[in-house]
Nanobody, 115 residues
């Protein structure tokens, strides 16, 4: 069973920082690409960032230069460092693993940025 456990959300003022974490099994890290999505109230889930199996990092335009995706392979943790947060970053953030067998999701962690 594929399990992703994301955490690290919280409430911060605009300009603040948060670091999200996603713990997954070693099998996930060895066989799947991983990334982060977010969903704001009343909106569809949208792509935020991904770390592909070839090591390529991808970001949506609105977070480039502010967010950084990384991983600690030894501890099976995927991170999303979020700096210079804006109110429009407010959403539930989901860790995602996209594997040959399918796409899997964490339970989500809430990020709230106040003005």
């Amino acid at each position: 069973q594929v399990q992703l456990q994301d955490s690290g959300g919280g409430s911060v003022p605009a300009g603040g920082s948060l670091k999200l974490s996603c713990v997954a099994s070693r099998w996930i890290f060895d066989n799947c690409g991983m990334g982060w999505y977010r969903q704001a109230p009343g909106k569809e889930r949208e792509f935020v960032s991904a770390l592909d199996g070839d090591g390529r990092r991808r970001y949506r335009d609105s977070v480039k230069g502010r967010f950084t995706i990384s991983l600690n392979y030894a501890k099976n943790i995927l991170f999303l460092q979020m700096n210079s947060l804006k109110t429009e970053d407010t959403a539930t953030y989901y860790c995602s693993a996209y594997c040959t067998a399918g796409t899997y999701w964490g339970q989500g962690t809430q990020v709230t940025v106040s003005s």
